[in-house]
Nanobody, 127 residues
Framework: QVQLVESGGGSVQAGGSLRLSCAAS????????MGWFRQAPGTEREGVAA???????SYADSVKGRFTVSQDNAKNTLYLQMNSLKPEDTAMYYC?????????????????????WGQGTQVTVSS
């Protein structure tokens, strides 16, 4: 059973940074793609950044140049470095995993492709 546990959320002022972590267990990193999604109240869950086991990554246009997704397979941990945060980045952030390695950069950000989800970590950015 794949389990995902997010951490690192919090409150920060606009322009600040946060690094989210997702500790994964019960899977083989080389056979999975991993992603970060977010959901603000009253909105749909959207893909933010994701990465395949071969290192190919994908980003939503709204975060390109500000967020960086990475993974440490030795630690089974996914990261999301978030810089230059804006109030519109405020949301619950979720880690997700799918046992597929050939998703396109478009597919990597589609929530319907993902099988496993963490409980989420809240990020709040004040102006």
């Amino acid at each position: 059973q794949v389990q995902l546990v997010e951490s690192g959320g919090g409150s920060v002022q606009a322009g600040g940074s946060l690094r989210l972590s997702c500790a994964a267990s019960g899977y083989t990193a080389s056979t999975y793609s991993m992603g970060w999604f977010r959901q603000a109240p009253g909105t749909e869950r959207e893909g933010v950044a994701a990465i395949r086991s071969d290192g190919i990554s994908s980003y939503a246009d709204s975060v390109k140049g500000r967020f960086t997704v990475s993974q440490d397979n030795a630690k089974n941990t996914l990261y999301l470095q978030m810089n230059s945060l804006k109030p519109e980045d405020t949301a619950m952030y979720y880690c997700a995993a799918v046992p597929r390695t050939a998703l396109s950069t478009w597919g990597l950000l589609r929530r319907e492709y993902y099988n496993y989800w963490g409980q989420g970590t809240q990020v709040t950015v004040s102006s």
